[in-house]
């Protein structure tokens, strides 16, 4: 039977205060039947599990490193479609992002799982959008990495940000976009092994991009850790093909029961 738009908004709406994981996705999965668009991305981020590559806190290999991230970061035009978890843990980016979140959790969290077995490490940290912003995310970080990680050393002024830019994300071109280099290495940075932090993987074009600069220099990137991957948005299609092939199989088992 089809269901109202009324009917689909009350499904949305059940979905959003559902109490648990399981009732939320059964929510989320009759919103996708009933043909609610915004369900789709809802049940998309609700189910990572099924729709990302990669996990929070799993290690990956990307451009012949390690890689690992913290949580996923969900763009501000998704913010109505995100659980209160999700939401605070984007809440938690954007302070990381103002310097209003020192980030120590997230560094060792993410180094912990990298099982690097041959220090010393250098930790060089992805230039931003200006110097001030370079300096304000990420002088908590090397402040505890001077003073409580013998095992590291903090390349935070090692690298000269000599221009404001643009944020890469209001760039046009998405993954063909040009990177503007606004830095540049001044530090001896020869022969140490490097490992770059910065907040949000997105494309990962930034991060190979600063590791080919590095190398120019003389250094080894060994692995690369972020605050958050931005979340991947599949095609609606294959979302209402595995929330409508779910449903088909469950019929046949109920069938043939
Ligand atoms: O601050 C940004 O420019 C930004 C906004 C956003 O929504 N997503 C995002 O990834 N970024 C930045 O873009 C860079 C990563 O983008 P990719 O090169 O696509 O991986 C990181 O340095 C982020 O800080």
């Known amino acids: 039977m089809p269901v109202s738009g009324d009917g689909r908004l009350q499904l949305l709406r059940s979905q959003q205060h559902a109490a648990t994981a399981k009732e939320r996705d059964r929510y989320c999965r009759l919103a996708v039947l009933a043909g609610h668009r915004e369900a789709c991305l809802m049940f998309c981020f609700a189910r990572s599990d ?34 209160d978890e999700q939401r605070a843990f984007c809440c938690s980016l954007y302070q990381f992002k103002e310097g209003e979140n020192h980030g120590i959790e997230f560094f060792k969290a993410c180094m912990s799982l990298l099982n690097l077995d041959d220090a010393p490490y250098h930790i060089l940290f992805m230039p931003c959008s200006d110097e001030f912003k370079y300096a304000r995310r990420f002088k908590r970080l090397d402040w505890y990495i001077t003073t409580h990680r013998p095992d590291l050393s903090s390349g935070l002024y090692d690298v000269d940000v000599f221009e404001s830019r643009d944020s890469l994300h209001e760039a046009k071109g998405g993954e063909n976009r040009i990177l503007e280099r606004n830095y540049r290495i001044t ?71």
């Not at 970061?73 to 913010?79: E, G, I, K, N």
């Not at 080919?212 to 979340?231: H, L, P, Q, S, W």
């Open 50 to 83: 099924f729709f990302e590559d990669h996990q929070p806190l799993k290690p990956f290999k990307s451009h012949g490193i390690k890689v690992a991230f913290y949580g996923y970061y969900y763009p501000s035009r998704y913010a109505d479609l995100i659980d």
């Open 187 to 257: 530090g001896n940075i020869e022969g140490k092994q490097i490992i770059i932090v910065d907040d949000v993987l997105t494309s990962g074009q930034s991060m190979a991009d600063y590791k080919e600069e590095i190398e120019r220099c003389g250094g080894k990137v060994v692995a690369a850790i972020f605050y958050g991957k931005t979340v991947t948005r599949p095609p609606l299609l294959l979302i209402k093909a595995h929330v409508w092939g779910g449903c088909i199989v469950n019929k046949i088992k109920e069938l043939t029961k």
